[in-house]
């Protein structure tokens, strides 16, 4: 991977989303292991019960998935924008690696779900399951380990999982519709030009694109597409643009927005979407539940088709010289943040969600099988980046 730039803004922005996110994904992890503990306590039926309760035409956990994650994949867009316009994926160099990582990640996990659940028409639905990273969760597992990890890997980490989270939408958009109303659909296209309209007339008030964003969001959530796409549209067209001396303005609308979201989405949106999502119930699980088809292709998909993807993807590329090793990196270290890459937690749960819209027992397995690769894959990538030599790890403190 080529080495970080060393403008001050984009390196100082990186920064504060790789601290935001690391934090985020702390209090994710302590979120996650409080719904599992209430989800088998007494207070189980005032879990569940909660989470059934219908508020304003929606269940409360409807709300959190179709509006809340809205929130989130608007800043999830916002933030692909952006490196994408002008940051650590602004050009085709900076792209390769993660990118190339990224397909691997994807592809490898795919397919291993999909060879546990050929013969199952219903379940091979999940196949997309495995094949998300969660950022925020891997992040805070590396904030654990200090500066044990160069800077480099911890860039090429928060590269992948955009990049990964592109591919997400993409995934999203593309094989989990429900059917379609087409005049919803064109009237959430003719908001969608007027807010491009905003863009082209160079109107830096967000004030308007969130009304017209929310109005969006509406027609989507009514046209089968799902909501949360509304909010990556969006997102694309908020603008940014360059400041005199300097890379970018942070005083741009897309700047502004991003970073008034960030503090929300980390410590409000996600736990909340983790706590309502990550709960199931364990009584009855049995050694054939956990190897079934489902939760066993998800966990092996994200424990073993990850680090197969990511790693091995990575490393033919660099062996080709088609790409650099990210400076100061080893491939112990390397194949480490690979296994961290098998943490699929919130968009996995998400696609999970999607796959099996009406299946309480499905998206049950899909819980446990998430819940099995994720805490599998940042066990072993910690243990593999905390041994790494102290030779290596005072490489990485001078990085």
């Not at 991977?1 to 996110?21: G, I, Q, Y």
């Not at 939408?169 to 009237?187: C, E, K, R, W």
């Not at 079934?292 to 680090?307: M, N, T």
């Not at 400076?327 to 998400?350: E, K, N, R």
């Amino acid at each position: 991977m080529p080495h970080v730039t060393t403008r001050p803004r984009p390196l100082s922005a990186l920064r504060s989303l790789l601290d935001s996110e690391a934090a985020g994904g702390v209090v994710l992890m302590a979120v996650a292991a409080v719904a599992l503990v209430v989800a088998n306590s007494p207070l189980a039926p005032a879990y569940f019960g909660g989470l059934k309760a219908y508020v304003g035409g929606l269940s409360v956990l409807h709300w959190v998935n179709d509006a809340l994650m809205a929130v989130f994949f608007l800043l999830v867009g916002l933030e692909i924008k952006r490196e994408f316009v002008d940051g650590q994926l602004s050009t085709w160099p900076r792209r390769l690696l993660p990118g190339i990582a990224a397909a691997g990640g994807m592809i490898a996990p795919a397919l291993i779900y999909s060879a546990f659940t050929m013969g199952d028409a219903t379940g091979l639905r999940g196949w997309a399951i495995p094949a998300a990273t969660d950022i925020a969760f891997a992040l805070g597992v590396l904030a654990l380990l200090g500066s044990r990890v160069p800077v480099s890997l911890k860039v090429f980490l928060a590269a992948l999982a955009i990049m990964d989270d592109l591919g997400a939408v993409i995934i999203i958009a593309l094989f989990y519709t429900a059917n379609l109303s087409l005049p919803m659909l064109g009237a959430a296209a003719g908001a969608l030009g007027v807010l491009v309209v905003l863009n082209r007339a160079r109107v830096s008030n967000l004030a308007p694109y969130l009304v017209i964003g929310a109005l969006l969001w509406f027609l989507v959530l009514k046209s089968g597409v799902h909501a949360t796409i509304a909010g990556v549209a969006l997102a694309l067209t908020i603008p940014v643009r360059r400041a005199p001396g300097r890379p970018d303005d942070p005083h741009s609308p897309l700047h502004r927005l991003e970073h008034a979201l960030h503090s929300w989405v980390a410590f409000l949106v996600v736990p909340v979407f983790g706590f309502a999502n990550a709960g199931v119930s364990l009584s009855g699980v049995s050694l054939a539940t956990v190897l079934s088809p489902v939760p066993l292709g998800i966990a092996l998909g994200l424990f073993v088709g990850k680090q197969i993807g990511v790693f091995g993807f990575a490393a033919v590329a660099i062996k080709t010289r088609l790409v650099d090793m990210p400076a100061h990196a080893t491939w112990a270290q390397l194949y480490g943040v690979s296994l961290l890459c098998g943490i699929g937690f919130t968009m996995s749960l998400f696609i999970g969600l999607l796959a099996f819209p009406t299946d309480p027992a499905m998206q049950d397995a899909v819980k446990i099988g998430v819940l099995m690769g994720s805490v599998l894959s940042a066990i072993v990538g910690a243990a593999v980046l905390r041994f790494v030599p102290t030779e290596v790890a005072g490489l990485a403190r001078a990085a």
